[in-house]
């Protein structure tokens, strides 16, 4: 099992972020269905204001080229990005067109 952290922020609107989180207690069952059969095996989203954090633990076999190449093929995937985007801006730093950017770990316990 590995564990990913990633970074990305929401557009800074407190409308919007309340949508973007209302949109996160009930995500699509064709949604968590991908997750899980990209390999990731636990996902938690954590937010401060605008600014977001994620973890994925993720099976031994896991990639992120993999998952991408899923997600392209996958209508309901392509739908719920798009949806996404609406509330989420790229973190400073991010390539264009990157949303969630892979943080880099500096400790463990």
Not at 28 to 48: H, L, N, T, V
Not at 59 to 67: C, H, L, Y
Not at 90 to 95: F, H
């Amino acid at each position: 099992m590995k564990r990913y952290a990633l970074a990305l922020d929401l557009i800074n609107d407190p409308t919007l972020i309340e949508e973007y989180v209302y949109h996160h207690q009930s995500v699509w069952p064709e949604i968590r269905a991908s997750i899980k059969d990209a390999g990731i095996e636990d996902m938690a989203i954590y937010r401060f204001g605008n600014r977001l954090f994620m973890t994925m633990d993720v099976q031994d076999d896991f990639s992120f080229e993999r998952k991408d190449a899923m997600d392209a093929i996958n209508p309901k995937v392509q739908e719920w990005e798009a949806l996404m985007w609406k509330y989420q801006q790229a973190i400073t730093g991010a390539k264009p067109g990157e949303k969630w950017v892979l943080m880099d770990k500096i400790f463990e316990l």
